[in-house]
């Protein structure tokens, strides 16, 4: 019998529709190690990704041949040897566009509402002002990587009365991005905006696309939001950009260096509003994942190949 492995636990519900679909497949799934390492071997479908399926699936006498990451980004797994052994890569891609998008109005309308400013003094107990407020209202957001979270993001800052200024790769317009610009029209959206969101998946050309030049090119009143991959930004020049008012703030999701660590003086700043790379993290992730799971689930048994998220290996994402 071929065998799916999930490596998170699913409900039964969840469990069930799978053996539905797929009745001559043995199915096992759970967190736990001792459930699947003793299967992983003979896996041709394998659900998530760790250390272990990294040690046992890439073998040269392994049955792999379909990895769903339950992921969006795919910085971690080992692209080229995916690549060299023939594997179909496909990931969680759109699961965030609704949660990544709160947190990103969350941190925009704290810092001008200076919440966080507000909660520390509130932590001491202090009634205490905190100067005048800004307004999303009638701003400019450019948002850099337009992809199911940008789209997302457009849609809520029209709400906002915002400009959304947006750059991607292919350059295609999009619903509710005013304008839309290729990779030649970044520096003009840097200088535009007054807060630049950056939801860029993490490969060789975006490898700290954000250092010293384009913090520059940013208003000093701007808010720079990185809730893609700390690894797009060159986190010396951000720290130093924000400690010199070359920019304003900084809300932060995703870190060079994960977690954090405590020497980091981006903990102690006052403009800088961080949360731990949990921003995609709802109750409904795993149920958005599986829905991806089973659409693409069908399309392999029906003998085709899986059609949602693809990772194009050549693009890295
Ligand atoms: C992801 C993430 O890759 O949450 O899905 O960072």
């Known amino acids: 019998m071929p065998k799916i492995i999930c490596l998170h636990t699913l409900t039964g519900e ?26 992983l071997q003979d896996a041709e479908i394998v659900v998530g990704w760790n250390k272990s399926a990294e040690e046992v699936c890439l073998k040269k006498d392994s049955k792999l ?24 890569l496909t990931n ?15 941190m925009m309308l704290a810092f001008t509402r200076k919440l966080h400013l507000s909660v520390r003094h509130q932590l001491h107990s202090e009634w205490k002002g905190t100067g005048s407020l800004g307004e999303i209202h009638g701003k400019t957001i450019g948002i ?54 950056v939801t860029l998946p993490l490969t060789d050309e975006t490898r700290h696309m954000f250092g010293k030049a384009q913090f520059e090119l940013m208003k000093p009143t701007a808010m720079y939001i990185n809730i ?62 599986f829905e991806i799971l089973m659409r693409n689930l069908q399309d392999y048994l029906q003998g085709r190949e899986p059609s949602v998220n693809r990772v194009d290996y050549g693009k890295q994402y």
């Open 92 to 106: 969680a891609s759109g699961v965030h566009a609704f949660p990544i998008s709160e947190t990103i109005y969350a």
């Open 14 to 39: 969840q469990a069930e529709r799978i053996r539905q679909a797929a009745p001559a497949w043995e199915l096992i799934h759970g967190k736990d190690k001792e459930l699947w390492l003793d299967h």
């Open 228 to 289: 893609g991959r700390g690894g797009t930004t060159d986190t010396e020049a951000l720290i130093e950009a924000l400690r010199t008012g070359v920019i304003a703030g900084a809300g932060l999701d995703v870190f060079e260096q994960e977690p954090l660590p405590a020497s980091s003086p981006l903990w102690q700043m006052e403009n800088v509003i961080m949360t731990p790379h949990n921003s995609g993290s709802t109750e409904q992730y795993n149920e958005r994942a």
């Open 144 to 197: 850099i990587g337009v992809g199911a979270i940008g789209e997302e993001t457009a849609r809520l800052a029209k709400a906002f009365g915002m400009k959304v200024l947006g750059v991607r790769r292919s350059g295609q317009p999009s619903g509710f991005v005013d304008a839309m610009h290729d990779l030649n029209g970044l520096a003009a959206v840097l200088q535009e905006s007054d807060f630049v969101v």
């Open 65 to 88: 041949r379909w990895v769903q990451n339950w992921g969006a980004g795919v910085d971690k797994l080992p692209l080229g040897r995916l690549a060299d052994r023939g594997a179909i």
